[in-house]
């Protein structure tokens, strides 16, 4: 079981149901004793529904376990050129279910982005709840060379996350804040 030290502050601020913690002392070799709560990341996972929308599609998974890995691979099942500067919507053959108050996260991989300049437009891409069409990596080339995306090629990653489900309200004054009004740049060069 993965245990961390998790903050009061950010455990706070976070969803109560995604982590179980309690109070524990830990020993800090040569800093002394310290209380902290522990927080136990292996919990159940999370039983999602897909539909085989293309025969050679395959399942997201994660490269080296969910307790490794935050994102699983996204599968290619179609062959697309992408030119240098070009932009293309790359099918997974798959469909999601993915329950209220989680979010499907495309992200871009590390490794392709590095190797051959290929990232998402949109990213991070977002699937809502109840979307149930194919999953699709929009794709775009800052390489300089043209690349070939082959049919069962990792092209993205998905993280599921929680969110938040906000409701808005006009208000005549906002709290002040140390930041205030700044923006861009605000922080100095």
């Not at 902290?36 to 897909?50: F, V």
């Amino acid at each position: 079981m993965a245990n961390c030290l998790v903050g009061m502050g950010f455990l706070q601020s976070i969803a109560a149901s995604v982590f179980v913690g309690h109070e524990s002392i830990l020993e800090r070799p040569g800093r002394g004793r310290r209380s902290g709560i522990i927080a136990h990341l292996s919990s159940p996972s999370l039983q999602l529904r897909a539909k085989k929308l293309h025969p050679d599609a395959k399942l997201p998974r994660f490269a080296h376990g969910a307790n490794e890995d935050a994102g699983m691979d996204l599968y290619a099942v179609e062959s697309v050129v992408l030119p240098p500067g070009g932009r293309a919507s790359v099918g997974c053959g798959i469909a999601l279910e993915i329950p209220p108050g989680y979010e499907g996260q495309v992200r871009p991989r590390s490794g392709l982005a590095f190797k051959h300049g290929i990232t998402l437009v949109n990213a991070p891409g977002t699937i809502d709840p109840g979307y149930r069409g194919e999953i699709r990596v929009l794709l775009i080339n800052l390489g300089q060379d043209e690349y070939t995306v082959e049919p069962g090629e990792r092209v993205a990653q998905l993280v599921i996350g929680t969110y938040a489900a906000a409701e808005w309200n006009w208000v005549e004054s906002l709290d002040d804040s140390d930041r205030s009004d700044g923006g861009f740049g605000s922080t100095g060069s």
